[in-house]
Nanobody
Framework: QVQLVESGGGLVQAGGSLRLSCAAS????????MAWFRQAPGKEREFVSA????????NYADSVKGRFTISRDNAKRTLYLQMNSLKPEDTAVYYC??????????????????WGQGTQVTVSA
């Protein structure tokens, strides 16, 4: 288990940008595949993006492909999500998660054992 703390959420106009961060407590951060999920009001939590342990492989949901970029800095034990060209439908609570399932396909929530508390992203029209 690793403790995760997200930050960087906020209110932004459509077309704007935000960068989310997820700070990990464990020195073993580099041994985890990491992911971002999001949950909009009244909807299921959904996969956004994932990155492999050393950052060599990434995966994105079709809805964010070309607009969001996931990255990580293992020396700083931090995961990032750069979000550009934001849309009102990107409004959600964003969660980071740690696991060891790889990044191929569409990761499920159950593939990740550690979660942060979430950070709210609100995109106004």
């Amino acid at each position: 288990q690793v403790q995760l703390v997200e930050s960087g959420g906020g209110l932004v106009q459509a077309g704007g940008s935000l960068r989310l961060s997820c700070a990990a407590s464990a020195w073993t951060f580099g041994g985890y595949d990491m992911a971002w999920f999001r949950q909009a009001p009244g909807k299921e939590r959904e996969f956004v993006s994932a990155i492999s342990q050393k950052g060599g492989s990434t995966n994105y949901a079709d809805s964010v492909k070309g607009r969001f970029t996931i990255s990580r800095d293992n020396a700083k034990r931090t995961l990032y999500l750069q979000m550009n060209s934001l849309k009102p439908e990107d409004t959600a609570v964003y969660y980071c998660a740690a696991g060891n399932r790889g990044v191929a396909g569409t990761p499920a929530q159950t593939d990740f054992g550690s979660w942060g508390q979430g950070t709210q992203v609100t995109v106004s029209a």
